[in-house]
């Protein structure tokens, strides 16, 4: 009678490394996205009030009116973060405090705000056609926590500013 060969018994290894592989497999298909965008839709927030604002700039005097959005940046290959974001804010003052305003800030000349007519949809073509003509100041001293680099944009008006801010 022949005896059966004796059974080999497995390696650790060679009894989780099917597992391994469906684990990597499966971490792999949660993280891709065939559409080549983020996984996760990006937030837009919008808002028109000022205290809401002033959580994320300085503002020496509060408008009265303000119309803001917070847009993120980050896109793959893009070479910003997923945590990037800006800052588009419309401000109305008094007279007397746009100017204290205007004053407070160091001119940019030349400069211009950057921004596509598609990305900012939401502002209105009177202040999207003011912003060709308008005098531009640096806005890093009103950022707050991340939001260093911007721009503020003062309107022929003389009392609408237009700020944008990204995060650095």
């Keep these: 009678m022949r005896s059966a060969p004796p059974r080999r018994r497995s390696t650790r290894a060679e009894r989780r490394a099917p597992w391994l592989v469906l684990a990597c497999l499966g971490a792999w298909a949660c993280t891709s996205n065939p559409s080549g965008g983020s996984a996760a839709e990006p937030t837009i927030t919008t808002g028109t009030d000022a205290d809401s604002l002033t959580k994320l700039v300085t503002l020496s005097k509060p408008p009265r009116s303000a119309r803001w959005r917070t847009s993120p940046l980050g896109q793959p290959g893009m070479g910003l973060g997923p945590t990037d974001w800006k800052l588009i804010a419309v401000l109305e003052y008094s007279a007397s405090d746009a100017r204290a305003l205007a004053a407070s800030l160091t001119p940019q000349p030349g400069a211009?705000?950057?921004?596509?007519?598609?990305?900012?949809?939401?502002?209105?073509?009177?202040?999207?056609?003011?912003?060709?003509?308008?005098?531009?100041?640096?806005?890093?001293?009103?950022?707050?926590?991340?939001?260093?680099?911007?721009?503020?944009?003062?309107?022929?008006?003389?009392?609408?500013?237009?700020?944008?801010?990204?995060?650095?």
Excluded: Q
Aim: glycine fraction near 6%.
């Design 112 to 168: 211009k705000l950057e921004w596509t007519a598609a990305e900012e949809a939401w502002l209105t073509p009177a202040v999207r056609t003011a912003l060709d003509s308008a005098a531009v100041y640096d806005a890093a001293p009103l950022g707050k926590f991340s939001l260093r680099i911007g721009s503020i944009a003062r309107l022929k008006d003389g009392n609408t500013f237009v700020l944008v801010m990204i995060t650095s």
